[in-house]
């Protein structure tokens, strides 16, 4: 059984930053694709970024490029996603999912295993 833990989240003003972590236990992490998805307030969830088995590929939501980066360690099975210059908009639960399958993917409905979320409020 595959499960997802994230932490990290927290309140921060715009402009600022926060590191989430999501460690995966139960099965080899190097095999899983990692994925981040947020859900705002009455939003739907959407896609934030992704990055493949070792690393090699990363993928990022227009509205979060050139501020977001993903990366992972595999030796902590771990994905990491580091978030600079936040914006209010950018408000919502962050939640990790892992995806065997495939090649990176952005849909939903694509990862097999997803963490509970965490929750990322950034004030103006």
């Known amino acids: 059984q595959v499960q997802l833990v994230e932490s990290g989240g927290g309140l921060v003003q715009a402009g600022g930053a926060l590191r989430l972590s999501c460690a995966l236990s139960?099965?080899?992490?190097?095999?899983?694709?990692m994925g981040w998805f947020r859900q705002a307030p009455g939003k739907e969830r959407e896609f934030v970024t992704a990055i493949s088995r070792r690393g090699g590929r990363t993928y990022y939501a227009n509205s979060v490029k050139d501020r977001f980066t993903i990366s992972r360690d595999d030796a902590k099975n771990t994905v990491y996603l580091q978030m600079n210059n936040l914006k209010p908009e950018d408000t919502a639960v962050y939640s990790c999912?892992?995806?065997?399958?495939?090649?990176?993917?952005?849909?939903?409905?694509?990862?097999?295993?997803w963490g509970q979320g965490t929750q990322v409020t950034v004030s103006s």
């Open positions: 139960g099965r080899t992490f190097s095999t899983y694709n």
């Open positions: 999912a892992a995806d065997r399958f495939g090649d990176l993917r952005v849909g939903i409905g694509d990862y097999e295993y």
